[in-house]
């Protein structure tokens, strides 16, 4: 990793007090002009970004970290949002939204925004960034932490859940049970997650000599999982179906009841994502809490630390949080 610029090389290179740099650096009027040119073309000479949180507290203004999260999933990361922003309040740190729509703002075109607008620091959840993208960001020195998916780089760090783990030990108990005809559902709006969870399966049936070959795949010329769930099922039956979302679980527990298929007796039922609507739904739907709320929170005090190059207590690159399956009326 390249040694980081700091006010004291800026100093040196113009030949002036550190007291006036951090003038230049907040726009004080109080120096001359030749000065002020002499510390701007160290600053461009070195490439020094001026630390955010000394920054901030000359200006008394606060450090601002963008979070950037697909349309998609709102519905899903209202918990997410308000970890960030708890721990934001308590570190004075503003958070401005960045929202990703698939073919309106490319991932690209909100990177670029990102970088214009100078913020500090930048969180992404549930991210779909190629490694060209992830590098853009790295050039420009900026901290990111990943929500969701593991991830880190010199100045990348990320907290997540190990899906493929989830779902590999679940399954893996169905499938010494005698419970070999497991079935996933496809999810198109989150396609991360779901080749986490494929990959979990794939490795169960793998590891005893088996292929995984019941990937429900929605084709795309139906609208919704529902339309497509209650043609498949007229014809398909499996021991334990798994969807990603509470409103995939919904559609498979109406399909199944419509062409008589008895859940959990004939075919059990898991959506990994578990929501408040699961227990809502006859019969409950099974599904596994994630620690949504900690997500943010820790995203957001991992980012404290990378903004503060002498954390003294450090901080992991990579975040594995646990989870907690709660059965319900769907599984056995």
């Given at each position: 990793?390249?040694?980081?610029?700091?006010?004291?090389?800026?100093?040196?290179?113009?030949?002036?007090?550190?007291a006036?740099?951090?003038?230049?650096?907040n726009?004080?009027?109080?120096?001359?002009?030749?000065?002020?040119?002499?510390?701007?073309?160290?600053?461009?000479?070195?490439?020094?970004?001026?630390?955010?949180?000394?920054?901030?507290?000359?200006?008394?203004?606060?450090?601002?970290?963008?979070?950037?999260?697909?349309?998609?999933?709102?519905?899903?990361?209202?918990?997410?949002?308000?970890?960030?922003?708890?721990?934001?309040?308590?570190?004075n740190?503003?958070?401005?939204?960045?929202?990703t729509?698939?073919?309106?703002?490319?991932?690209?075109?909100?990177?670029?925004?990102?970088?214009?607008?100078?913020?500090?620091?930048?969180?992404?959840?549930?991210?779909?960034?190629d490694?060209?993208?992830?590098?853009?960001?790295?050039?420009?020195?900026?901290?990111?932490?990943?929500?969701?998916?593991?991830?880190?780089?010199?100045?990348?760090?990320?907290?997540?859940?190990?899906?493929?783990?989830?779902?590999?030990?679940?399954?893996?108990?169905?499938?010494?049970?005698?419970?070999?005809?497991?079935?996933?559902?496809?999810?198109?709006?989150?396609?991360?997650?779901?080749e986490?969870?494929?990959?979990?399966?794939?490795?169960?049936?793998?590891?005893?000599?088996?292929?995984?070959?019941?990937?429900?795949?929605?084709?795309?010329?139906?609208?919704s999982?529902?339309e497509?769930?209650?043609?498949?099922?007229?014809?398909?039956?499996?021991d334990?179906?798994?969807?990603?979302?509470?409103s995939?679980?919904?559609?498979?527990?109406?399909?199944?009841?419509?062409?008589?298929?008895?859940?959990?007796?004939?075919?059990?039922?898991?959506?990994?994502?578990d929501?408040?609507?699961?227990?809502?739904?006859?019969?409950q739907?099974?599904?596994?809490?994630?620690?949504?709320?900690?997500?943010?929170?820790?995203?957001?005090?991992?980012?404290t630390?990378?903004?503060?190059?002498?954390?003294?207590d450090?901080?992991?690159?990579?975040t594995e949080?646990?989870?907690?399956?709660?059965?319900?009326?769907?599984?056995?």
């Amino acid at each position: 990793m390249m040694k980081r610029i700091t006010i004291y090389d800026v100093a040196k290179e113009a030949n002036v007090s550190l007291a006036t740099v951090s003038r230049v650096i907040n726009g004080s009027e109080v120096v001359r002009e030749d000065t002020r040119l002499k510390v701007q073309e160290a600053i461009e000479k070195l490439g020094y970004k001026p630390n955010a949180i000394a920054q901030g507290l000359a200006l008394q203004k606060t450090t601002t970290i963008a979070f950037v999260i697909p349309e998609a999933s709102f519905f899903y990361t209202g918990q997410i949002i308000n970890g960030l922003i708890d721990v934001a309040k308590i570190y004075n740190y503003n958070m401005v939204l960045h929202t990703t729509t698939e073919g309106i703002l490319a991932t690209s075109d909100i990177i670029e925004t990102i970088i214009k607008s100078r913020v500090d620091g930048v969180v992404i959840f549930n991210d779909k960034l190629d490694k060209e993208e992830i590098a853009t960001l790295t050039n420009y020195d900026v901290p990111i932490v990943v929500i969701g998916n593991r991830i880190s780089d010199n100045n990348i760090c990320s907290v997540y859940v190990d899906y493929e783990t989830l779902i590999y030990d679940y399954a893996k108990r169905y499938y010494e049970n005698g419970k070999t005809n497991i079935a996933l559902v496809e999810d198109r709006k989150n396609p991360a997650m779901i080749e986490q969870l494929r990959h979990g399966l794939e490795k169960v049936f793998k590891e005893h000599g088996d292929t995984f070959e019941n990937y429900i795949k929605i084709p795309k010329e139906y609208r919704s999982s529902y339309e497509y769930l209650k043609e498949y099922f007229k014809t398909n039956k499996h021991d334990l179906v798994i969807t990603y979302r509470d409103s995939q679980a919904m559609a498979v527990l109406n399909t199944a009841r419509e062409v008589g298929i008895s859940i959990p007796d004939e075919m059990e039922l898991v959506c990994v994502l578990d929501s408040k609507y699961n227990a809502m739904a006859r019969p409950q739907i099974s599904g596994f809490k994630i620690p949504d709320y900690d997500l943010g929170a820790v995203s957001m005090r991992i980012m404290t630390k990378m903004l503060q190059d002498d954390a003294k207590d450090g901080y992991n690159k990579e975040t594995e949080l646990s989870y907690i399956f709660t059965p319900r009326e769907t599984t056995k």
